[in-house]
């Protein structure tokens, strides 16, 4: 029995109990967002999810045409949805942006090396030039290195730091006038979370984030996963648990009477620094002098140095230090 070729053509209907997109109203719903509650097939969510960032892009002016803008690439899911994304609504809105792929290697055998390769691969499908930068040729010290000299409990800390150091490095050789990271909203909770645990709730109101990057196989402690573990357990309860928790950040404001540190530049290597010696320049030191743990903790103004040239780091002050005084007061 031949079927005509109008019915051929008709998609099958919805089994029973399926949803239809809320938005096009044809196609099987793929998901519910949680943002706004709406059940969506893929396509539709793919084309929302452009949308509201070309929104975002617009409505906060975070380009102008003509600017050279450097893309943190990881090979990971975000940094690689960003890579796509920015790239193809430059093209499409005409933002006029130079779009350059920048990684990291921090140096770490086995693990990072496959993560660079999709950044390669990247670089030729989407038509982004890439710089990569090392650990080892700007510090002198790769992950490997530093690990097999701090071990497993602090080496996050230099990570951390190298890392965001070694992106806005990489920038000035691109002569990047920004740098884009890409993180999803469970990044942003644990990164809220981590700041108030912290005291720090200056860091939040001033919007900026403490770099996430995959933890890698040196960290299978970090203080981070266990605020993911922590906000999970939250989401399983409460599905927008996630999404409240970053809005709970978003309304956090700094007391009239704080005193909030005053950023100047490091005095030995000339980078962004709250005092006269950055933490990247405190950590390479310690390690350096085979006093790895050196600049592990808070320190004084000026990286504590002795008369000796000797950074002590007192435990009195570290058990003493005010979250009042010195991060800020919660104010809502």
Sequence with gaps: MDVPAADRARPPPPRAGSRLCVRCGERKAALKRPKTLEQICRECFYIVFEDEIHQTIVENSLFKAGERVAIGASGGKDSTVLAYVLSELN??????????????????????????????????????????????????????????????????????????QALDRGAALLKADKIVTGHNADDIAETVLLNILRGDIARIENGLIWLYHDPGIYSPNAYRGFAREFIKDLERMRPRAILDIIKSGENFRISTTTRMPEQGTCERCGYISSQKLCKACVLLDGLNRGLPKLGIGRTKAGAGADSDGKQRIKRSERNTSSLQGKHGNFDF
């Design 91 to 164: 093209r499409h809105h005409n933002y006029g942006l130079d779009l350059f792929l920048l990684s990291v290697d921090e140096g770490i055998t086995g693990y990072r090396d496959d993560s660079l390769e999709t950044v390669k691969r990247n670089e030729i499908q989407y038509g982004l030039p890439l710089k990569i930068v090392s650990y080892k040729d700007l510090y002198g010290w790769t992950m490997d290195d530093i690990v097999k000299a701090i071990g497993l409990k602090n080496n996050c800390t230099f990570c951390g730091v190298f890392r965001r």
